[in-house]
């Protein structure tokens, strides 16, 4: 009996996925836990393996196409067997035409006219339904842009020529190669065209520019979506401090040097500056909140957003719960969401619902910079590098560590005094970080 292999559902707010590759084709065998296709949320991305094993009997869609979660993608199955059951009825452009084997006979009465210009197009180069809303539009087929996989022609690049007036006649159309220059509107090829003179091609002095163009992926787009929803839309302003890190790196060589003797995880700096921050934000409500335009609200637990660099960009997975999470299980379930984040695999539910986010440029040596808030949150912190500055003691020039702060907030939630009494507060608790252990 077919197998047919749907679009999972990652996570209760996803919709749909996107399609990034098939690393099958039609007719390819293969064995239960191979990967099958890639595909992607706005955040995330996923390898789909095969249930079962067997043949690839058809595709439904292609790459590119955003699914919804649920919907049939493939089905696996044995010569011969009957999958129809399985095909995802026409709706508009909902789902393309299956992609089925060579030697199985597709019955589209279309396809049945093979042209010149058509068959110049190899079967295996374009899709069964870019073939036939090629026929449909006398799309001109030599002018395509394969995006398909294998420098395949799918339908919407027979579309997006046809949306360019890129066509070509009827009585042209089965006798005109790539050389021949239409004279017709968007220069489509007609009839009279075919007996002109080839042009000689127009020699340029002009160097050839070397770039390269590369699509941006989901998560590139919402990242870019979301930012610039930021700034355009807060009134957002930076407060810069630092502090004396004396203790806190006393601190954190003492654990790492018991760590393995009382069975702690490796905790970190950012560890530290996420636990005290998760401390800290309990008695300032204004910043533990989202601003949702005609109203606040207000956490009464904090939960962490972590911005965390990965290979596909910005992500901020969250801590739920951060401020009932010892010093040891904040390192744990830090270290946890920000491994799954960097893997891709992470639930696109923990990239949601944090009040709070830091962020931290220590390690690359930022002094000091601009956090841009993640909306609808009303403030961000900032952890820049530790410097070595000098004050004063007891009438004495003294060097000592100073680790830099950075704190974006949004002056529609709240006022700049607010603001700086939680930052005063942050520094105040990393810098005596021995006694905000005690509590």
């Given at each position: ?145 394969p995006t398909g996989p294998n420098g395949r022609i799918i339908e919407r690049d027979v579309q997006k020529l046809v949306d360019m007036g ?274």
């Open positions: 009996m077919a197998t047919v292999v749907i679009m999972p559902r990652q996570g209760q707010s996803v919709e749909s996925c996107v399609i990034t590759s098939f690393q099958k084709k039609v007719g390819d065998t293969v064995e239960k836990g191979e990967v099958l296709f890639s595909y992607e949320t706005d955040k995330s991305s996923f390898d789909e393996p095969a249930p079962v094993s067997g043949k690839i009997l058809a595709i439904f869609r292609e790459e590119g196409d955003d699914v919804p979660c649920l919907e049939n993608v493939l089905v696996i199955g044995n010569d011969g067997e009957d999958f129809s059951e399985f095909v995802p009825k026409a709706d508009g452009d909902s789902a393309p035409a299956p992609e089925v084997k060579a030697e199985e006979k597709v019955e589209v009465k279309a396809e049945e006219k093979v042209e010149a210009v058509a068959s110049s197009v190899s079967a295996t180069s374009i899709s069964p339904r870019a073939r036939l809303l090629a026929d449909k539009t006398n799309a001109d087929l030599l002018k395509a842009v890129l066509t070509v006649s009827s009585a042209a159309k089965e006798n005109y190669t790539e050389s021949v220059e239409g004279s017709g509107i968007n220069g489509k090829v007609m009839l009279g065209d075919l007996n002109k003179p080839v042009a000689p091609a127009v020699a340029t002095t002009a160097p050839a520019c070397d770039y390269e163009d590369v699509k941006l992926p989901n998560v590139r787009k919402v990242i870019a979506k979301s930012m610039h929803a930021s700034l355009y839309t807060m009134a957002q302003l930076t407060l810069n401090a630092s502090f004396d890190a004396t203790k806190l790196q006393a601190m954190r060589a003492s654990l790492k040097a018991g760590a393995e003797a009382l069975g702690l995880n490796n905790i970190t700096l950012n560890d530290m500056v996420l636990y005290a921050v998760s401390r800290v934000l309990k008695n300032h409500k204004d910043l533990n909140a989202h601003y949702l335009d005609d109203k606040m609200r207000y956490f009464n637990s904090v939960h962490l957003g972590v911005a965390v660099d990965t290979e596909r960009g910005l992500l901020v997975p969250t801590v739920f719960n951060a401020d009932k999470l010892s010093l040891n299980e904040m390192s744990i379930a830090a270290k946890s969401v920000i491994k799954d984040a960097q893997s891709g695999k992470i639930n696109p539910d923990l990239l949601k619902g944090a009040s709070f986010t830091v962020t931290n440029l220590g390690s690359l040596g930022v002094e000091s910079f601009t956090p841009v808030i993640n909306p609808p949150q009303t403030a961000i912190l900032g952890v820049c590098t530790i410097t070595r500055r000098v004050k004063q003691v007891n009438g004495v020039d003294v060097f000592y560590p100073a680790m830099g702060l950075s704190l974006t907030f949004d002056h529609r939630a709240l006022d700049g005094a607010p603001a700086a009494r939680f930052l005063k507060d942050v520094c105040f608790a990393l810098e005596n970080f021995d006694l905000l252990l005690t509590k």
